[in-house]
């Protein structure tokens, strides 16, 4: 089982940038894929950007232009860097393979965009 721990959250202003970043205790490669997902305040989770094993991305419309996902498959690590993020960004931030497996949800990163 491979558990996934993110990190890199914080307060933002409008227009800024966060990196998140997702540690996997295991060998990625049982994921084939792996995507970052968010929740936001009454919201449900969404996907929000998946990457293939061979480094092809998809992205949510809202998220298009502005995130960019990567992964080092070497380090057991996949990153999410977020650029002019808006408050509707605002949720608590999660990595998961795709589809996500419900024994690997960690606890997230929270993301605070203020207007």
């Known amino acids: 089982q491979v558990q996934l721990v993110e990190s890199g959250g914080g307060l933002v202003q409008a227009g800024g940038s966060l990196r998140l970043s997702c540690a996997a205790s295991?060998?990625?490669?049982?994921?084939?894929?792996m995507g970052w997902y968010r929740q936001g305040p009454g919201k449900q989770r969404e996907s929000v950007a998946e990457i293939s094993s061979g480094g092809r991305t998809n992205y949510a419309d809202s998220v298009k232009g502005r995130f960019t996902i990567s992964r080092d498959n070497a380090q057991n690590m996949v990153y999410l860097q977020m650029n002019n993020l808006k408050p509707e960004d605002t949720a608590v931030y999660y990595c998961?393979?795709?589809?996500?497996?419900?024994?690997?949800w960690g606890q997230g990163t929270r993301v605070t965009v203020s207007s």
């Open positions: 295991g060998n990625l490669f049982s994921f084939n894929t």
């Open positions: 998961n393979s795709v589809p996500p497996k419900e024994q690997s």
